[in-house]
């Protein structure tokens, strides 16, 4: 039986408006009883935001049904054995959440010098400032472990790109000579698990995006199975290009979503 791990912006809808097909595509899921995941790089939103959103834009959807970036850096620093913290975080409320309901301990911003953290934990953070900058790169020259829900550098926001969580984190491994630790897609870290997540073998999984970089890059990677779909950042104008510049070549390329429903039958 195959598996899928979908992608959101671009995939599923496009910022508030819905993609043609994808209700129905989810649909169809439903009806063959295909296991998936709403599998997402955006560390910003709760998985019941995320859900929610998906609702909004006329597809539905529970919050156990999706992996978040920063669920996955929860559960990657349990695995680490940095359980329990404390951490210090920059990130909006889905990453808060995720750490918080794992049971990690964070630290304030001005918490006293002498307070280390095990690690500083980093995503998408529409609040940061110098301040913030100062103590996560005291607590990561010290020896705290670095980790970054997602790499993405630029954000479509509103029809202009912006910052994104890696452009912050250029700034942390900057100053504190540290790369990070990328949880999200492409990264095996959050591939590996959503893969356990579905429980199914890679092989029968797929992986559908918009992105190549990310989504489908991810995929292949993990030993996946692969489609790209025309709806977002990838084209059909573009994506020939695309391909050839990211030397990632995804298994189907569709121009949406049934078309995909329609090749696996
Ligand atoms: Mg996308």
């Known amino acids: 039986m195959p598996g899928f791990l979908l992608d959101l912006d671009g995939t599923l809808y496009s910022g508030d408006r819905p993609i043609p097909y994808a209700a129905e595509f989810i649909q169809w899921l439903r009806d063959k009883q295909y296991p998936f995941l709403f599998l997402t790089n955006n560390s910003s939103r709760t998985p019941e935001q995320v859900a929610a959103h998906l609702v909004h834009t006329g597809i539905e959807a529970k919050a156990d049904e999706v992996l978040t970036s920063s669920q996955a850096a929860a ?3 349990k695995d680490a054995g940095l359980a329990g913290g404390p ?7 889905g990453l808060r959440q995720a750490l918080a309901e ?3 301990e964070l630290l304030p911003e001005d918490a006293p010098a002498e307070q280390a953290a ?3 934990v980093q995503g998408i953070d529409r609040s940061f ?4 900058l100062m103590s996560a790169v005291r607590h990561v020259r010290r020896g705290a472990t670095f980790v970054l829900t997602n790499p993405d550098h630029l954000l479509p926001w509103n029809g202009e790109l912006t910052p994104g969580a890696g452009s912050i984190a250029a700034s942390i491994e900057r100053s504190s000579e540290t790369a990070p630790v990328v949880i999200g897609k492409p ?3 959050i591939m590996r698990f959503a893969i356990a997540k579905l429980g199914l073998a890679a092989s029968d999984i797929w992986a559908v995006g918009d992105n190549l970089n990310t989504d489908i890059r991810g995929g292949v990677d993990a030993g996946c199975r692969s489609a790209l779909v025309l709806t977002g950042l990838a084209d059909e104008s573009n994506y020939a290009e695309q391909i050839e510049r990211t030397g990632v070549q995804p298994e189907v390329v569709c121009k949406h979503l049934m078309e995909l429903a329609a090749h696996i039958g």
């Open 187 to 189: 990264s095996p870290i």
């Open 102 to 104: 794992a049971g990690f």
């Open 87 to 93: 951490v210090f975080c920059i990130g909006e409320t």
């Open 75 to 77: 559960l990657y620093m």
């Open 118 to 120: 095990v690690a500083v």
């Open 129 to 132: 400032t110098y301040s913030k």
